[in-house]
């Protein structure tokens, strides 16, 4: 077998030979060859598509993936998940599939320029579940309203087919002698022949989808839930029929029949079927919701004149109207008009913000009472409610690490039960044949996994969903569940404990310097830089009405500070190690920089010319919501760090106002990841939450990395979750939502176990010699049914999840001066 894929990296001759030798090393390789040109790898052989994936990385020269995502229907129980998986991992050039239930969808990672969506979705039809590319317009896909309506249409069908029936063989258990009345009436051979009749029609028509889906994955050596009904209800029925057709095979006072346990079973499944649609339907309110954000047209002024329409033919630089009490159809900036815009569905904040011109408004947020004229950005698919859309699909597809033992135990689960009912049988043909079928049928029945496989892809839908409804977008589907695990909360300070908008508070400046000169000589470097910092220096030169001279030979040093050239004179700005690295003495003003740093300010340095000429200090407020959101983890039982490029002594005063346990001060961007690690010795898991390109490494390393999403696109590439608000209380949010779900998904888990484990016995007889009981195949079917309805309305209360709530604190409050 011959694979063609592309990979990445490679600049010359010798890449080619190490990435050739990499390939090569791969078990199952027979040759390799590797083209500089095109950038594609030829293999030979038969290997693991992972491990060649593996080889190329440890290399360098990572393979180029793509990531398919197929529409799956079909799959019934957590054993046919595997089962599809199983099948797309098998097509050359799959590197990982992950199958979900709960949202009938797979997600596919393929080597580039190998598998195809056709050939993949090919690859499930095959395995007995059909499947086409998603978003496929000319595949016909269903929504679970649809497959509701479908299987509501069979259930009513069933329930008044078995009606007769059940009336008919269980009447006479609530009203006594009503069954020997009726068949006085209309002789037992009528009655069973009315029975065999119905219970066929009620098999053939609304119970037919069981035969047809069970009995070929039964053929294919892939039992699954469909199977196991499948053989339950037609094991009921045939013997049945043999009973009512050949009943001297019968010993004396063994005949009878179990017409009304097939059709109860069919009916009672098909009802657990129909809840179950109907629930996983609303698992998916939230991306329901979402869509219904964007308005379905807007209104643009062309030529003059605004016209309205369709909201897929508005571009980039339209000027667009928005009235009052409308939504905004996309993304842009306010040109005109001033308003209070409702962001809460997008960022999770209840307060209506201001908006004036130069203001960004986002697609799908609700205009107040004023109107706007705004120029569209982003529209279409680059909007920021269509990434919020992308986001939460892919987090609610995501398989968490949890889901890898229930992966386990599911890919086994079906065989095993059938080999128990074997034996179930065997034991009571031995012991009571009579009761042989009633046991074997009730193992095959309640035992069924549905519970298993929605336990968890459930809970993350509606949880993940629940989050973005919130303001909190989980981008990789494993922080939902290693968010709740994190022992410690690690803070950047700049722009996540504090504003990010500094105000210069003092400038104190060395002998033979005055402030004027000083501040403009700042202002001058300060222009090219583009820190918060910088601003700062700029709207206070710009408020003392200065000119500020040019600035040359402009240098950034990363968590240092500042250099150029002003007026011929070098001038440096930046932080005191920055001075110490320059041979610069900071002592002339070295009272004045310990007094702004022990007021929780942030002192800088001036140095013109290789000495110091300033000492410059800069208060970013603390948000509003912080003092709370710091009492919030600490309510959650989670320690609290700050890392900070600032002083020690700033740091210190602005954790010990905060109540913060740990400060690392005066790191480097790359030693905020060292932070970390002595971090995660120390104390366990860490959620880092930063928002600037700087915190990027930082958010990568942690166990999971929060961005604040009013930060740079960098970290919030770099993060594991987004949080639409720029305030602390989102993180008090996300991790409120993770341990609820996570909490719901345990708790289902229990259920589906314990319900098996503590049944089959049960349904298989083992109180029967204590009670002179057996488990009816009907009451199985209920039980069995109503499991799965428990695991879903379990789900369901996500919706409702609630998170601490934070205390009032006042707006923007800058750090007190102690006394």
């Known amino acids: 077998m011959t694979q063609t894929f592309e990979i990445e990296g490679l600049s010359c001759a010798s890449c080619v030979g190490r990435a050739e030798k990499a390939l090569a090393s791969v078990p199952g390789v027979t040759s390799a060859q590797v083209n500089l040109a095109t950038g594609r790898a030829t293999v030979d052989g038969a290997p693991e598509m992972t491990e060649l994936a593996a080889a190329l990385e440890r290399a360098g020269y990572p393979a180029t993936t793509d990531t398919i995502t197929l529409d799956v229907s079909g799959m019934s129980c957590a054993s046919c ?6 099948a797309l991992k098998a097509v050359p050039g799959v590197t990982g ?74 009447g006479g258990h609530f009203i006594p002698g009503f069954r020997d009345a009726f068949e006085g009436a209309v002789g037992r051979m009528t ?59 019968f010993p004396e006072g063994t005949r009878a029949i179990y017409f009304e346990a097939a059709a109860v079973i ?7 079927r129909w809840l179950e649609a109907r629930a996983r339907g609303r698992t998916g309110a939230a991306i329901a919701r979402l869509v219904g954000l964007r308005p379905a047209t807007a209104q643009v002024i062309r030529d003059g004149a605004v016209i309205e329409v369709p909201l897929v033919e508005v571009v980039s630089g339209d000027l667009v ?28 904040e209840p307060d209506a913000v201001r908006k004036v011109a130069g203001d960004t408004l986002t697609g799908g947020t609700v205009n107040g009472a004023g109107a706007l004229t705004m120029r569209a950005g982003a529209v279409g698919e680059d909007t920021v409610l269509s990434q919020i859309i992308r986001m939460v699909e892919a987090a609610q597809g995501a398989k968490l690490p949890i889901q890898a033992m229930v992966d386990r135990v599911t890919s086994v689960f079906v065989p095993v039960v059938m080999v128990l009912a074997a034996l179930t049988v065997a034991v009571w043909l031995l012991v009571d044949p009579a009761l042989a079928l009633v046991a074997g049928v009730s193992v095959l029945i309640i035992a069924c996994p549905c519970a298993m496989g929605l336990a968890t892809p459930t809970s993350i839908m509606v949880g993940t969903g629940r989050a973005a409804e919130l303001g909190v977008l989980f981008r990789k589907g494993d922080a939902l569940q290693a968010l709740q695990g994190a022992k410690v909360v690690a803070l950047d300070k700049t722009g996540t404990l504090t504003a990010g908008r500094p105000a210069l508070t003092a400038l104190s400046v060395a002998t033979g310097h005055d402030r004027a000169t000083a501040l403009a000589f700042a202002a001058a470097v300060e222009t090219k830089s583009e820190h918060p910092i910088a601003r700062a220096i700029l709207r206070a030169a710009e408020e003392d009405g200065l000119d500020v001279p040019e600035a040359q030979d402009f240098e950034s040093h990363t968590g240092l500070g500042v250099t150029a050239t002003v007026e011929g004179r070098a001038v440096l700005i930046g932080a005191e190690r920055f001075l110490v690295q320059r041979g610069i003495d900071p002592a002339p003003l070295r009272a004045e920089a310990d007094r702004i740093a022990s007021e929780g300010r942030t002192p800088l340095w001036l140095a013109v010319d290789g000495a110091v000429a300033a000492a410059i200090g800069v208060d970013d407020p603390v948000k509003a919501s912080t003092p709370a959101a710091i009492r919030a983890f600490h309510d959650l039982g989670l ?47 860490i959620a ?24 740079t696109d960098v970290a919030i590439e770099a993060a594991d979750v987004v949080l639409m608000a720029g305030e602390l209380d989102a993180v008090v949010r996300a991790l409120a939502i993770s341990k609820a779900t996570i909490r719901n998904i345990r708790q289902n888990l229990f259920w589906a176990f314990a319900y098996n484990v503590a049944l089959i016995p049960v349904a298989a007889g083992v109180l029967y010699p204590f009670t002179g009981t057996l488990l009816s195949p009907m009451l199985a079917a209920g039980a069995m049914a109503l499991s799965s309805v428990f695991v879903l309305t379990n789900a369901l209360r996500l919706r409702r999840a609630a998170t601490p709530a934070a205390d009032p604190t006042p707006a923007a409050m800058p750090m007190e001066v102690p006394a």
Do not use: C
Request: charged residues 20%; aromatic residues 6%.
């Open 321 to 348: 109207e928005v009235r009052p009490g409308e939504r905004l159809p996309v993304d842009g900036t306010v040109t005109d008009g001033a308003s209070w815009v409702d962001e809460s569905m997008v960022t999770g």
């Open 81 to 86: 998940v595997g089962r599809v998986e199983k």
């Open 266 to 272: 069919t009916t009672l499944i098909l009802l657990g």
């Open 97 to 170: 599939a992950e199958a979900n239930f709960g949202t009938g969808r797979a997600i596919v990672t393929t080597l580039a320029g190998t598998a195809t969506p056709a050939e993949l979705a090919r690859a499930s039809t095959e395995a007995g579940y059909d499947a086409s590319p998603h978003g496929d317009s000319t595949q016909s896909g269903r929504s679970h309203d649809d497959i509701a309506g479908e299987l509501l249409k069979r259930l009513v069908i069933a329930a008044i087919l078995t009606l007769p029936v059940f009336v008919i063989e269980m």
């Open 191 to 249: 009655s069973w022949w009315f029975q065999f009749v119905v219970t066929t029609v009620i098999l053939a028509w609304p119970g037919r989808s069981f035969f047809t889906k069970g009995i070929p994955a039964l053929l294919r050596g892939a039992p699954e839930m469909n199977s196991l009904v499948a053989i339950g209800t037609f094991a009921a029925w045939a013997y049945s029929t043999v009973a009512l057709l050949i009943p001297g095979i």
């Open 688 to 711: 880092f939450v930063g928002d600037g390109i700087n915190d990027a490494p930082a958010l990568a390393e942690a166990d999971v990395g929060i961005a604040i999403g009013t930060g």
């Open 639 to 685: 320690e609290v760090a700050m890392i900070t490029g600032d002083a020690a002594t700033t740091a210190r005063a602005v954790a010990d106002r905060l109540g913060i346990d740990h400060v690392v001060a005066e790191v480097m961007p790359a030693g905020k990841v060292d932070a970390l690690h002595q971090l995660r010795a120390d104390h366990g898991a």
